[in-house]
């Protein structure tokens, strides 16, 4: 049985706002708060952290409390989607704020040089557009190109990820699905730009995530995921293998099938649920998928897929995974 | 030519939060200073109000700015969606936030008589469910029926109006479409409850606005409604008429149709806009709305309508909207 | 353990044509093959059979057939969505195809008589609208309401199910949600006509299915259902439990709770599939949720919902579902 | 004022077929009969003709049928998508069958020669997958690659057009989305494969038209495109301008905007329509389109676009397409 390891994005552990609950779902929460409550789930080593963070924290603090959680830093996300980047980061008609941008994320580099992580993690939430005629496309992709280009050539040193989504907040993302992201990181021409695959943004794109998953494998850029839920028409980052267990497994069994090693990591938001439980609900059902891989005829399965063969392979899947 | 009322939620001048940029899409306003911004709309005469506002602003001054801006009150909007009620309202597990939740709206009625206002706005967002499993719909749906019930029974001089939404922030909302709400408020057998139809939550419901208003009508429910736009998948509350020019259109043609007489509200979320701009947009293209109901030949469209012949009835609609 | 009877549309044996394959997916078959095959299905006993069907094949014939598969026939499915009807049937503008759809449907009567049978099954594919402003909304409704419950009230005898579904083949389908038919059935004011729950109907329109079973329950109308999966966003009549099969299992967990007691229909369309392994495919599943409920902690998920507890009612579910 | 060529995929003018109406919307036509009812279109000039045709049609009669109604060809479309490839062409599990597509794909260069046509345009709507588990997607993928790389290398003298589609027949199409297939034209590494654009296809999937047609342009891909319009959630095939008329005017702004030049062609299936009526609409509305662009403040548009400003652009959009 494989060794896994298990990651999350601290914001799983955060209080949220949205357009109605503008007082919150609960009370706010430190980000050493956030970091302890990461330290409670089962089976957690690494998380990814949002940068800059609160001004009265220190890097010293947040290292002391990953610390004594036994957890290490994968990645940095640098806040490139909050108030001064509402109308866009990377993409933003002011040339200032496209610099802020870059200053934001090359000090998200620092951070990741600090703490040991593996990659800045770039989110580029407000890239986009909300209106027809609203903008001039080929320069906003443009933009985007440059923007994280620039900072991949800054940053030699280190590993850059692009987390698509279709959409929200903006109405159109701009790195909206796998193939754009691709097509993107081609044109920038550097070594060090890869995806991060969310499991939840695929499906809401209408992609197949293990699809997704082989297409950025094969294209050498499949360099982070996370994983998650929802209804297929939003990212409504619910607890993992909670409404589609089934495309979930395919999407570890296409990771597994091309030996590709990394932290599965979690994209929760769990907005009414207690963090810590749903984190552990969804590494449980992680670990069950996991023995499930190891369970599954892997040699019929290919040859299933040879022939196409749904109900084939559908059998055997459900074997490995139902246990019937 | 008819002579028109335009209104709007006092929220689309507000200034917004989300999930992302949790600091907000510009500084805070007061309610009085957006009272302020929607005095400087060209043609704007009412607006509802969210209940209760921040403690440091009086019911007089409200009144007062109010004034000086020539607004009327047309609602109020109980906020029964945040952190208090952020796992329901009239459905919440704990009776005892169901009992807060009816005396918040039982304040916003004494409000409405205040104010001399037209009814209660009822939108009950958190009121619904996200996972498989979670609830008992059963239970769910009575206490969704028994709570506006009450309501309704407890002030039998007011209207209240259910504003019905597919989702967010619940995956599920309990009051998800017109045919739902009204089967709800049958169940209820008091008369002065009726719907508040978003033109673009139906949209968003895989309704036909036009049908929804007509249903509605035809259950002498219809006592309010608001328009804006979206992409038909989620509620974006973009300016109406920027998407869907036509079934706004065929959504007042059916209510003139009906002798429907009631304000023309918006209910827009201009994240990134300026919101007075964003509410004279909308107005000037209702207005043109308006102008094409004058130009529009009835006759030659109702006869189109008897056939149900698609081409027939859209030349005729188009002629008036476009004027070609 | 529950003594469970399994049950198909008979179009689930059949070949399939679409607007690109327009010589089918495969040789075309005759009434009886079809018989024949749903004979081959380990555990099928019934049949639900669509009317009228080619002129020679006899009713003698068709009870010859199923007689020697030990199929009964459960519904019959009067064929008002073919080229006859393809601008509506009950709603058709043409009084004289209203006439029609009526004669069509009195002649399943009879063969729902002759064949023992529980119900004629309405699925009025035909009747919505396509553009906007095509209809008269209101109109469009009412004979909606007045061409079902005229069959009604001409066959007191027998039951008459409506199968809803939000659209296809026309772009809005007047009778699109179970809320939607509930209002209508109520209109009609007659005992004898309920609603047939199609599992991917409900996903498909936005629905939970438990939910949308619960309501229909709850109402008395819950006359029949069958099950399928798709991708949420069309019905792909994809073999039950390949995509969501948590959702499935609280859909069957609801019907269990409610003392549900009828046939686990199949509707599937297996265009690519042996459609006897895709009958076997589901029912296998069908038989291990019958057997996961028989093993469900009951008490523990009351209690779980009756505190909307997500994570406590899933943890519960899965152990019954997955085994862990 | 700008001249346009019109053109219409010749499937318009068919009489369709699909799983509910098997015994078709009418009666079936003949591919002369078509072509006599594309001739009756006031403004129609050139055809895509699906291939091969019924055995009893000839060559010389298309061309002469073609001739007598003004009709030049600007495209074949062969027929990749019936019985025989309904488990896909280019990615059929079976060799032979491949080799097939090959030939079928072939003998439609050879009519795109005799007809001095401008393409061989390429639907591989069967060309995907339905079930999570049934394939392969590295050898999915390679063989969507490959198969049309051949074809581009077997005909060196003639271009290729792959119009890409979300999905239908298929629940997932491999060639999904614009980015997707310009990522599998690269990969090709031909100059003489493109995009074919279709307008509702890219609503479908998520897009935004006018982005798309940018991004095609900006690789050097766009080599044909058609419009209709639909409900966004699937592909409805309606006529165009009917409900999304303002991010058709944008699609046509980009084009223009970047000095495309082609033919407007329709992709439109009017199931229950008057298919000259249908087609006509559609011009007029296009007509208007064009006069509109005309009339549009191009720089001012420009301004607002380099700032973002949706409401300023929309304002100017507004007053070119409604004329206020």
Redesign the interface.
């Known amino acids: 049985m494989s060794k896994l390891t298990f990651g999350a994005g601290i914001w799983h552990f955060a209080t ?11 009370p706010a929460k430190s980000l050493i708060e956030m970091i302890d409550l990461a330290g409670k789930v089962r089976d957690l080593s690494v998380v990814d952290i949002n940068a800059p963070w609160s001004a009265d924290v220190s890097v010293d603090e947040v290292e002391v409390a990953l610390k004594r959680n036994n957890l290490s830093v994968i990645g940095i996300t640098p806040e490139i ?3 001064e980047f ?3 980061a990377f993409t933003n ?1 002011d040339a200032g704020i496209r610099r802020r941008a870059n200053e934001v994320c090359n000090d998200a580099a620092n951070l990741v040089r600090r703490f040991g992580a593996s990659y800045v993690k770039l989110w580029p ?2 890239d986009g ?11 906003l ?1 443009r933009h985007s190109i440059e923007g994280i280009g620039e900072l991949a050539s800054q940053n030699p040193d280190l590993k850059f990820v692009i987390e698509y989504k ?4 903006r ?2 993302m701009s790195y ?2 796998m ?2 992201t ?2 993107g990181i ?1 044109a920038m021409g550097v070594p060090n730009v890869g995806v991060l695959l969310d499991f939840g943004h695929a499906l809401f ?2 992609e ?1 995530p ?2 997704s998953a ?2 950025a494998i ?1 294209h050498g850029r499949l360099f982070g995921m996370d994983v998650n839920d929802n ?4 990212d ?1 980052d ?2 993992a ?7 979930l ?2 999407f570890f ?2 990771l597994r099938k091309n030996n590709w090693e990394g932290v599965w990591q979690l994209d929760q ?1 769990p ?4 963090c810590v ?2 984190a552990d ?1 969804a590494i ?2 992680l670990k ?1 998928i996991d023995a499930s891989l190891d369970r599954l005829d892997w040699d019929a ?2 040859a ?8 084939g ?6 074997q490995a ?4």
């Open positions: 949220y706002v949205d357009r109605y609950a503008t007082d919150g779902y609960g989607y909050n108030r509402s109308k866009g008609p939430g407000q557009w909300d209106y027809p005629f609203q903008v001039d496309h080929k320069q992709w279709p959409r929200e907040p109405v159109h909206g699905s193939a754009r691709l097509l081609e794109g209408g197949s293990a699809d082989q297409l094969d209804l297929r028409a939003w409504d619910m607890v293998g909670t409404v589609h267990p089934i495309e497994f395919e069994y296409t938001f907005f009414r649920e207690d439980e749903a609900m449980d059902f069950h399965l290919a299933a897929q040879n022939r196409q063969d749904a109900m392979a559908q059998k055997i899947a459900r995974l139902f246990g019937f």
